[in-house]
Structures are given as structure tokens and as C-alpha cells.
């Protein structure tokens, strides 16, 4: 059934597309909501129908590590994770962007503890967003499977490694038309992967990855990263162009109107007020807004490298901009927000209200009258902050 329409788990499509992208070695732990991807991947390897080896970790810091070391030593790797995973994996994710490695990780996110909570929210994804990751989150089952897709580009060509973002339950457990590409279709975008000599530790052109840095040497490597994820932002739109044209736009069966890779605009073309939102939720967004004439919705498909002019060219002039998030750093506003905020810089329009909704903690449900609700408070006094739980 690859290339037709088919209705299918979130967990199950991504888990067929890891399959079709044939990576070398795939390792994780299981961890709910994640833990339907990577049974469905040992169940695919059991049965014969994947080439890939499959390894069995202890912990999530375990499996990372051992992909970790797999794709140090030239491999193709994928593995998975949430929430509390994610967390326990911190020090080896710092590792392998500190290595420039092209790991393909996807977290299904998750609330974080305590108190213990097993729904989503993306409490477990911003604790490590200056981890050194491009970070993309889908929207929906469709977008996912492409962002599988387009990860591996990007990790290969860059040498950095991917997280994709999905939501846990909301997106992993849930049923949606989808197309899963074929191996041969993938190929045609994504070829074997071929790292360059020195890029990788072989015996026969020796190399040290992860050496220790003094004072002298060490910021040097945080610049350089830090410039190769800007680099980033160019070469995703770019990607993104050659991968719509590839597979002629019949994968993107949900995309959210001008998706360029980094963002997405739905709605009128002089809005008043423009919602700003990630992840699943951008879904109920549009539907909340299809009726509305004067407000437009602002997708963030790329949230690091953070998109700030592309971002900046969107909302420039629009009077209210709402940004809905499903974290809040404690003490301060939600990370989105804080980022939106910084990206516009001196270009700021003081005149625009920019105000903070943080929604859907712990798996709380993101309705339409809440969205109608913001809508309306959109308009208030600038820099505000408001937990919308109703």
C-alpha cells in the first residue's frame, strides 16, 4: 500500500517511512507515547520486511549513545523517544551535535514531571532546544511522514543531527489519510548515504571526534555551530522546494497554505490579528479561524534554526499577534514567545500587541471556543501572558 492513500496510526506511518528510508541501525527504548513507533519498527525487522539492525537499549541514554556511535562510525541511524526519555538523553544529545552527527530523532511529545503526566505538551522538546538540533514539528500524520523525509537531507548534508516533533496521543495514536512514499520514490531525494572521508572514524583514515577543548579552542565550536544552523534555514527552504517538486505535492495532502519549510501562512492576505502556533494544534487553529475575515494563522513548521525574518516579514504591521504554546519556561514567558519576541529585535512595532497564550498543558484539550476566546483578547495591552485552559 505504499503511494496510495491509506488511513493509518501516526505511529504506524512513521515507523513505514523509517522503513522506506532503510537506515543502518535503528536503537531506542520504549517510552509512552512514543513506544507504538519503535515496536511497530522491531515487528517490521522480526518479520523480515526491514534491513535495518535493530538494537535493544537498556535506556533511552543507551540507545542514544548507541546510535551515537553508530553514526560516528558512518552509519545511517534513527531512533525515539519522549518526555522523560528525552530528558534522560540530554548529555548524549549535547554529544552528537557537538560531533556533527546526522542523527534522525523523533520525539513524541510529552509532559514532563512531576506531577507524573503521560499527555502532551512540549515541555520535553524546549527543555533541549539549544541542544544544537534542527527541530521541525509536524502538524499532522502527512507532514510527519515528509519531515521523516526530509530530516535525513538535511542531517546528511548539513552534518547536524534532526528532531522531528509530533504530538504524543494527539498525533501518534490517532488514525489520518496518509501517503507513505516508496523506497524507490525516497531514493530519488534522499540517496545512499556516502559521509565524507573524515567525517567519520575509520581505521584507515584516522580522525577524533568529541576531543577535549580548552578556553582557547572551545567557543570557536559553539560559533561554528551556531552559524551552521542559521546556515540551516536557507538550505531547508531549499530542500523543501526540491522535495514538494520530487513528489509533486501529493504528499503534502494537509499542508497549511504558503509552506516554505520553515513556516506556513493560512488566511487573508491583510490580516488584523494573526495567530502564531505549532504542532497538532495548528489544526484546530485553522478550523477556529475559517469563518473569521480579519485573522490569519502563522504555522511554525522550523523552530530551530529559529525562522525570525521570515517570521518578521509575515507579521510586520499586523496589529495583534496571538502566540499560542504548549510550554512556558516558569518564571517568564512561554519559549516561543521569548523567541519571537527577541527575533524582531529593534524592528519592533510598538504599536503591535504581542501577547502570550500558553494552552494545552499536560494533554488539556485546545478547543475552537478557546481559540474564539484568544481572538478576542488578542487586542489587549502588549507583553501580556495568560494560562487559557477553558
Avoid at 163 to 171: A, E, P, Q, Y
Wanted: net charge positive; aromatic share 8%.
Amino acid at each position: 500500500m505504499n503511494n496510495k492513500k491509506q488511513i493509518l496510526e501516526g505511529s504506524h506511518a512513521i515507523a513505514l517511512a523509517i522503513q522506506n528510508i532503510e537506515p543502518a541501525v535503528v536503537s531506542a527504548y520504549p517510552i509512552t507515547p512514543q513506544t507504538h513507533i519503535v515496536e511497530d519498527l522491531a515487528k517490521l525487522k522480526a518479520d523480515g520486511k526491514a534491513k535495518f539492525e535493530y538494537i535493544r537499549a537498556e535506556s533511552e541514554f543507551a540507545a542514544a549513545s548507541i546510535v551515537l556511535g553508530a553514526s560516528a562510525a558512518g552509519s545511517r541511524v534513527y531512533s525515539a523517544t519522549s518526555s522523560q526519555g528525552l530528558l534522560l538523553m540530554t548529555e548524549v544529545l549535547y554529544n552528537i551535535s557537538g560531533m556533527r552527527l546526522p542523527v534522525v530523532m523523533t520525539c513524541a511529545n510529552r509532559a514532563i514531571s512531576a506531577p507524573i503526566n503521560i499527555w502532551c505538551d512540549h515541555s520535553d522538546v524546549m527543555s533541549v532546544r539549544d541542544a544544537g538540533w534542527i527541530q521541525l514539528f509536524a502538524a499532522d500524520h502527512q507532514e510527519a511522514v515528509d519531515s521523516h523525509i526530509l530530516a535525513y537531507k538535511l542531517a546528511e548534508k548539513l552534518n547536524l543531527p534532526v528532531m522531528i516533533n509530533v504530538d504524543g496521543f494527539i498525533l501518534t495514536h490517532s488514525y489520518e489519510t496518509v501517503i507513505i512514499p516508496t523506497a524507490k520514490e525516497i531514493k530519488k531525494y534522499l540517496p545512499k548515504h556516502s559521509p565524507k572521508k573524515g567525517a567519520y572514524l575509520d581505521p584507515n583514515n584516522p580522525a577524533t571526534m568529541g576531543a577535549f577543548f580548552p578556553p582557547s579552542h572551545y567557543m570557536e565550536t559553539r560559533e561554528s555551530l551556531h552559524e551552521d544552523l542559521k546556515t540551516g534555514l536557507k538550505i531547508i527552504k531549499d530542500e523543501y522546494k526540491i522535495f514538494k517538486k520530487i513528489f509533486k505535492n501529493k504528499a503534502a495532502i494537509a499542508a497549511v497554505g504558503d509552506n516554505n519549510g520553515l513556516i506556513g501562512y493560512y488566511g487573508p492576505k491583510n490580516p488584523e490579528t494573526i495567530l502564531v502556533a505549532m504542532g497538532s494544534m495548528v489544526g484546530t487553529v485553522r478550523e477556529a479561524i475559517k469563518k473569521e475575515k480579519k485573522v490569519g494563522l502563522l504555522k511554525i513548521s522550523c523552530y530551530r534554526p529559529f525562522p525570525a525574518e521570515e517570521i518578521n516579514r509575515l507579521i510586520k504591521g499586523v496589529k495583534n499577534i496571538a502566540v499560542l504554546e504548549k510550554a512556558v519556561s516558569p518564571g517568564q514567558f512561554g519559549p516561543l514567545y521569548s523567541d519571537l519576541k527577541a527575533g524582531l529585535g529593534f524592528a519592533g512595532d510598538k504599536r503591535q500587541n504581542i501577547n502570550n497564550y500558553i494552552v494545552g498543558l499536560g494533554g488539556r484539550d485546545v478547543t475552537q471556543k478557546m481559540i474564539e476566546k484568544i481572538i478576542k483578547d488578542s487586542n489587549r495591552q502588549n507583553n501580556s501572558l495568560k494560562f487559557i485552559g477553558k
